[in-house]
């Protein structure tokens, strides 16, 4: 691959950010996509933008269509130029899988951001990365980074980009998003929850009245509940408590936070801080984690649904990042919700919305750019993680919790142990000694240390394992032999009744009819 890299994305990039968005305040979906919308064609502008699986038709996968219309001479033509700038894009979305967020706002970010900047097949449908985690934000920023870009990024797709122009690059689309319910109770109105009972005030954020027929709900249920109520035996409940922070997570169950006029917000303000890191997990998953090569460029968002009655939603836009060449860039709301606080604004149709205010920024577009770097992949490694054999199907139990670091050392250990492992292989000399080794594993063998040495209490195991196996061949032998000679018993046994029941036409004194002798009449 060329060792120059895309001087065009980085002034791209610097133009995008020179576009100002608003953060933290309720608005229309379609108001929040076009922001959206434009920050990522500022990313591609100039370039041919490839999404359409047709105009990949340069690649040829080795798989036949049994109608063989995908081998059909006139679809060569769709594919790209390659020798154009070309930026090769793929969209991921994550969301709580409640029902109630199954609206106007999905079915809108599917036509306006994922009809797009996500794939399409060969029959024009879009096919974006969809992941429904329990509660919204991520079930883990590591994998959500590896699937959205494995499943987009083809190592021979990418090697035909990289070569035939130096400008060539991939955009990775995420946008993580969490959920948050909207009741009015308004002047005259009272409502309790979670024992505290809200008389004639605005609103309360983290209760929803799905429809007139229904009752209101908790929602995000899975994010109210695991604040007033955690439960450590719930693998959700750990996984968003661990995205809020300990921190946090004190704050506001003890701190009901209202807006000026009452409203309680402390449920809104969890959902933001889940959506933002889990942002900030996959950004370190497509930066510092590798998943990204010095060609990939990240553009992530992090938002909030808020779900009101018949279908009506609104978005917060939270905050946005991008990730190229060793350099993080993020602008928003942050992550300490004591430095949250809120007030009610009256949007141009008359309706009143919250905004969130964080760090005492009242203007969000000027809410501060923050810059931080990481080491680079090298060109050596990311070929290494683009081949078949450098991807280890031997996964080692982790935590919910677990970092990306833990995981690194993980990774780490299972080399070093392979490695080990390996070794040994190559100094055996015999099938029968692989088979030996083989039993050994099941039997229990000696267990291995963080660095892959052999513990040192268990070495007189290796005596007592070799007999057993000495004994468990020699058994296995002998076993054979018997079930041969019982089989050919059987068999014998089973010949002579047949020869008996042929022959004189009865068994055990039982007359068989089709058996007998004597002549029959004939009809005539």
Same mark, same amino acid.
């Given at each position: 691959?060329?060792?120059?890299?895309?001087?065009?994305?980085?002034?791209?990039?610097?133009?995008?950010?020179?576009?100002?968005?608003?953060?933290?305040?309720?608005?229309?979906?379609?108001?929040?996509?076009?922001?959206?919308?434009?920050?990522?064609?500022?990313?591609?502008?100039?370039?041919?933008?490839?999404?359409?699986?047709?105009?990949?038709?340069?690649?040829?996968?080795?798989?036949?269509?049994?109608?063989?219309?995908?081998?059909?001479?006139?679809?060569?033509?769709?594919?790209?130029?390659?020798?154009?700038?070309?930026?090769?894009?793929?969209?991921?979305?994550?969301?709580?899988?409640?029902?109630?967020?199954?609206?106007?706002?999905?079915?809108?970010?599917?036509?306006?951001?994922?009809?797009?900047?996500?794939?399409?097949?060969?029959?024009?449908?879009?096919?974006?990365?969809?992941?429904?985690?329990?509660?919204?934000?991520?079930?883990?920023?590591?994998?959500?980074?590896?699937?959205?870009?494995?499943?987009?990024?083809?190592?021979?797709?990418?090697?035909?980009?990289?070569?035939?122009?130096?400008?060539?690059?991939?955009?990775?689309?995420?946008?993580?998003?969490?959920?948050?319910?909207?009741?009015?109770?308004?002047?005259?109105?009272?409502?309790?929850?979670?024992?505290?009972?809200?008389?004639?005030?605005?609103? !309360?954020?983290?209760?929803?009245?799905? +429809? @007139?027929?229904?009752?209101?709900?908790?929602?995000?249920? %899975? $994010?109210? /509940? *695991?604040?007033?109520?955690?439960?450590?035996?719930?693998?959700?409940?750990?996984?968003?408590?661990?995205?809020?922070?300990?921190?946090?997570?004190?704050?506001?169950?003890?701190?009901? !936070?209202?807006?000026?006029?009452?409203? +309680? @917000?402390?449920?809104?303000?969890?959902?933001?801080?889940? %959506? $933002?890191? /889990? *942002?900030?997990?996959?950004?370190?998953?497509?930066?510092?984690?590798?998943?990204?090569?010095?060609?990939?460029?990240?553009?992530?968002?992090?938002?909030?649904?808020?779900?009101?009655?018949?279908?009506?939603?609104?978005?917060?836009?939270?905050?946005?990042?991008?990730?190229?060449?060793?350099?993080?860039?993020?602008?928003?709301?942050?992550?300490?919700?004591?430095?949250?606080?809120?007030?009610?604004?009256?949007?141009?149709?008359?309706?009143?919305?919250?905004?969130?205010?964080?760090?005492?920024?009242?203007?969000?577009?000027?809410?501060?750019?923050?810059?931080?770097?990481?080491?680079?992949?090298?060109?050596?490694?990311?070929?290494?993680?683009?081949?078949?054999?450098?991807?280890?199907?031997?996964?080692?139990?982790?935590?919910?919790?677990?970092?990306?670091?833990?995981?690194?050392?993980?990774?780490?250990?299972?080399?070093?142990?392979?490695?080990?492992?390996?070794?040994?292989?190559?100094?055996?000399?015999?099938?029968?000694?692989?088979?030996?080794?083989?039993?050994?594993?099941?039997?229990?063998?000696?267990?291995?240390?963080?660095?892959?040495?052999?513990?040192?209490?268990?070495?007189?195991?290796?005596?007592?394992?070799?007999?057993?196996?000495?004994?468990?061949?020699?058994?296995?032998?002998?076993?054979?032999?018997?079930?041969?000679?019982?089989?050919?018993?059987?068999?014998?046994?089973?010949?002579?009744?047949?020869?008996?029941?042929?022959?004189?036409?009865?068994?055990?004194?039982?007359?068989?009819?089709?058996?007998?002798?004597?002549?029959?009449?004939?009809?005539?």
């Amino acid at each position: 691959m060329p060792k120059r890299r895309c001087q065009d994305m980085q002034q791209r990039i610097a133009d995008m950010w020179s576009q100002p968005s608003a953060f933290g305040e309720e608005d229309e979906p379609a108001s929040v996509y076009l922001s959206i919308i434009a920050n990522r064609y500022a990313l591609v502008k100039g370039a041919q933008l490839i999404r359409d699986e047709l105009l990949l038709a340069f690649n040829k996968p080795g798989y036949h269509n049994k109608n063989k219309s995908s081998h059909s001479p006139h679809l060569a033509q769709c594919a790209a130029n390659l020798s154009l700038p070309s930026v090769l894009t793929t969209c991921g979305y994550t969301m709580c899988g409640d029902r109630i967020c199954q609206s106007r706002a999905l079915s809108q970010y599917k036509s306006m951001i994922a009809g797009r900047f996500g794939s399409m097949t060969e029959g024009g449908e879009n096919k974006p990365e969809f992941f429904f985690a329990t509660g919204g934000g991520t079930d883990s920023g590591p994998t959500l980074a590896h699937v959205t870009v494995g499943h987009a990024l083809d190592s021979a797709i990418k090697k035909k980009m990289y070569t035939k122009n130096a400008e060539s690059c991939f955009l990775c689309n995420i946008d993580v998003c969490t959920h948050c319910g909207h009741l009015e109770v308004g002047p005259g109105h009272s409502h309790s929850f979670l024992g505290n009972t809200y008389d004639g005030v605005g609103a !309360v954020y983290g209760l929803a009245q799905e +429809s @007139v027929f229904r009752d209101p709900r908790p929602t995000c249920g %899975a $994010i109210v /509940g *695991m604040i007033s109520n955690f439960n450590m035996q719930n693998p959700v409940h750990v996984r968003l408590r661990n995205d809020l922070g300990e921190a946090n997570f004190n704050y506001l169950k003890n701190n009901d !936070v209202q807006a000026d006029d009452g409203s +309680s @917000v402390r449920f809104l303000i969890a959902a933001a801080i889940i %959506a $933002i890191q /889990g *942002m900030r997990n996959t950004l370190d998953a497509l930066g510092p984690g590798g998943e990204l090569d010095e060609r990939g460029v990240g553009h992530m968002t992090a938002q909030v649904q808020v779900n009101n009655r018949e279908g009506f939603e609104t978005i917060l836009y939270c905050a946005r990042a991008t990730v190229f060449n060793g350099v993080i860039t993020e602008q928003g709301l942050g992550t300490d919700a004591s430095k949250f606080t809120a007030e009610m604004v009256t949007n141009k149709d008359g309706v009143q919305q919250v905004k969130l205010i964080y760090d005492g920024v009242q203007d969000s577009e000027a809410l501060p750019i923050v810059v931080r770097t990481y080491d680079m992949k090298s060109e050596s490694e990311h070929a290494d993680m683009d081949t078949e054999e450098g991807i280890d199907v031997h996964m080692r139990p982790l935590s919910r919790s677990a970092s990306w670091a833990d995981m690194q050392r993980a990774a780490e250990e299972m080399m070093a142990d392979e490695a080990l492992d390996s070794d040994s292989d190559m100094s055996m000399a015999s099938s029968h000694s692989v088979r030996k080794r083989s039993l050994q594993n099941k039997l229990g063998s000696r267990p291995r240390s963080k660095r892959g040495s052999l513990a040192k209490d268990q070495e007189p195991m290796e005596k007592s394992t070799e007999l057993v196996v000495k004994t468990a061949d020699k058994e296995g032998g002998i076993g054979f032999y018997w079930a041969c000679v019982l089989v050919s018993a059987f068999y014998i046994a089973l010949l002579s009744i047949t020869i008996v029941f042929f022959s004189q036409g009865s068994v055990a004194g039982i007359q068989l009819p089709f058996f007998q002798t004597q002549s029959m009449p004939l009809r005539n």
